[in-house]
């Protein structure tokens, strides 16, 4: 099974700064991860798939990059409604395996 | 729009089964592999299990195989998860989850809003 890492466990910051989210891989996963946000009482919703594409609505200041083993997901300038919980997801091998997480929070 | 739709969670004895529900609407469910992934309180994302477009392929996490099984009608726009053999570590909210592609390994980019499920006597 893949391990995917995520570090930090938790990002305190200020609205308008940049945040950088990490997810390592246990093995080599290609290009084949994707982000997901999950805000209090809601579904996950897919950000970013296969490393650097933006799903369909998704804003300019979210990207992704990384291959291999080693990603990151990058916001540009935090907006008031980007703090939440981030997970990473490998789809390159059974079973398919989430990262811990890591919340963005209002510092 | 696409909707997703759980039902069928709620509260079993340790050992009892389930049968979980999704029901899809707002795009041709026949055409795209669906996925169920849960989530414990307080904790991350856990997937579980996924099952292509013609059902022709279907996968399992470690921690449920051989108890939990994954189906869909096509007929009925339905994804279902039969759980048997249930422990308390099964407790979490289940969604469903629709994937972007018809093998069941693509991003998953509609979520409904998930059945809990609670384990205990």
């Known amino acids: 099974e893949i391990v995917l890492t995520q570090s930090p466990a938790t990002l305190s910051l200020s609205p308008g700064e940049r945040a950088t989210l990490s997810c390592r891989a246990s093995?080599?996963?290609?290009?084949?991860l994707g982000w997901y946000q999950q805000k209090p009482g809601q579904a996950p919703r897919l950000l970013i798939y296969?490393?650097?594409n933006r799903a369909t609505g998704i804003p300019a200041r979210f990207s992704g990059s990384g291959s291999g083993t080693d990603f990151t997901l990058t916001i540009s300038s935090l907006e008031p409604e980007d703090f939440a919980v981030y997970y990473c997801?490998?789809?390159?091998?059974?079973?398919?395996?989430f990262g811990g997480g890591t919340k963005v929070e209002i510092k | 729009e696409v909707q997703l739709v759980e039902s069928g969670g709620g509260l079993v004895q340790p050992g009892g089964s389930l049968r979980l529900s999704c029901e899809a609407s707002?795009?041709?469910?026949?055409?795209?592999?669906m996925t169920w992934v849960r989530q414990a309180p307080g904790k991350g994302l856990e997937w579980v299990s996924a099952?292509?477009?013609?059902?022709?392929?279907?996968y399992y996490a470690d921690s449920v195989k051989g108890r939990f099984t994954v189906s869909r009608d096509n007929s009925k726009n339905t994804l279902y998860l039969q759980m048997n053999s249930l422990r308390a570590e099964d407790t979490a909210l289940y969604y469903c989850?629709?994937?972007?592609?018809?093998?069941?390994?693509?991003?998953?980019?509609?979520w409904g809003q998930g059945t809990l499920v609670t384990v205990s006597s």
């Open positions: 989850a629709k994937e972007t592609g018809s093998s069941a390994y693509y991003p998953f980019d509609y």
């Open positions: 707002g795009f041709t469910f026949s055409s795209y592999a």
């Open positions: 099952i292509s477009d013609n059902s022709g392929g279907t």
């Open positions: 093995q080599s996963i290609g290009s084949h």
């Open positions: 296969d490393a650097s």
């Open positions: 997801q490998q789809r390159s091998v059974w079973p398919l395996t």
